[in-house]
């Protein structure tokens, strides 16, 4: 059903639609000022199509909704929590889990049970969630994706790996301070990229070695597993449960937000082997989160997620979902927008570094695309550069940096066609086409942590945009 070079088929069709407002330019540059110039903060209804992420943003297909029917909101031991078992059994394969009401809550009692202050956590890239669970916690993040990650234009199909070297001289060093090691399929603040499985075996054979505990943050794993069928040797007769499982085999646990490939509105996983963390986790989750069997969420989004986790990884479906990405992809790619390749499961990345070469970091280029993006055709993006992946390091006091000054154009999963598509293409053109005119931009105010989420700017010499 997919012919190089189109858009592919949807393996669904409509049943409900939802209104999309159509706006001005005036209107956006309007609604611009009152947000700070931080496109968190706009209304959704000032948003003509909406790329600022795939979390939670996708559309549930009949069998969810009827899922939701069906929930049961009995306190303990509901039937939606043993459709969940089932499905989280079926995918996963760990011996314990508890259900969360997204990803970063799992991410938080994994820190909250495992880390003291003064520790490191090694990644290929930590997702800034967790990034700040293990900041917040007096820890330190360390990212050791392979260098070819810098590199927007390297044909290396496995980006996210992590640099297996670099991994080892990191564990034999700090090895006492290293309470667990990660990685985050597909990598998404490096660009969506997928990880290896010949790469999560020597993870797993080095933290075995080492007696260190190794999580996935698993999100995206579907995607992951499918790009692994697509571009590993020896996996393509696989199919895309059997080369999650093996994934997982070789981990012992998971942080997953079912926001993604769980294809549901609202949810989340901490997966473990382990029977003390296990024992550990679920005190704190009764803390904050709810009781086990529903940890913070309702029957009816328990079962959504029990048909979702397997909606996710079915094959027709994710060939779908990765050719979508890749269309916008190629499409922007052969108009002349420098785009991350090759591309990864969710995203298409636009190198903002590359587009504004004129805007040093510290005038935050990537802030600077998303807001011309949206005003000049109501397309709201993400910033994934120093605005959003910056920090003091607390281990010596220094600016950490991110490798890319990104700007991320997310699908939400099963939502947006072609048309929809092409618009967001001829906004990136027309604005590659006039770059030299943008200018930079200065941080008001900002939080500590998670600063990308509320912190305020204003163009640098306060240049307005309307040239
Ligand atoms: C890789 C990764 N990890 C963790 C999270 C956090 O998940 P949640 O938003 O459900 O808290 C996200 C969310 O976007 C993510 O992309």
Redesign the pocket.
Known sequence: MMKEGEHPFEPFRMKTVEHISLTTRGQRQQALEQAGYNLFNLPADKVMIDLL????TGAMSDEQWASLMRGDESYAGSRSSQRLSESVNRIFGFKYFLPT???????GILATCLLKEGDLVPSNT?????AANILARGGTPTNLVIDASKDPNDPNPFKGDIDIERLDEFLEKHQSRVPFCMV??????GGGQPVSLSNIEKIHNLCNAYEIPFFI?A??FAENAWLIKQREPGYENWTVESIAHRMFSLSDGA?F????DALVN???LLLMNDEKLYQNAKNELILREGFPSYGGLAGRDIDAMATGLIEGVDEGYLAYRTGQVKWLHDELKNRGVPVLSPPGGHAVYIDAGAVLPHIPATDFPAQALTVEMYLEGGVRTVEIGSVMLSFISPENGKLVTPLLELIRLALPRRTYTESHLRHVIETAVSIVEKAQEINGMEIIEAPELLRHFSAKFCWKNSVSPTR
């Open positions: 992420t795939d979390s939670g009401h997204q990803g970063r809550a799992a991410e930590h997702f800034d969630t967790t985050t399929v597909t990598n998404n603040a943050d999100c995206r942080t937000s079912a926001k993604k609202i949810g989340g």
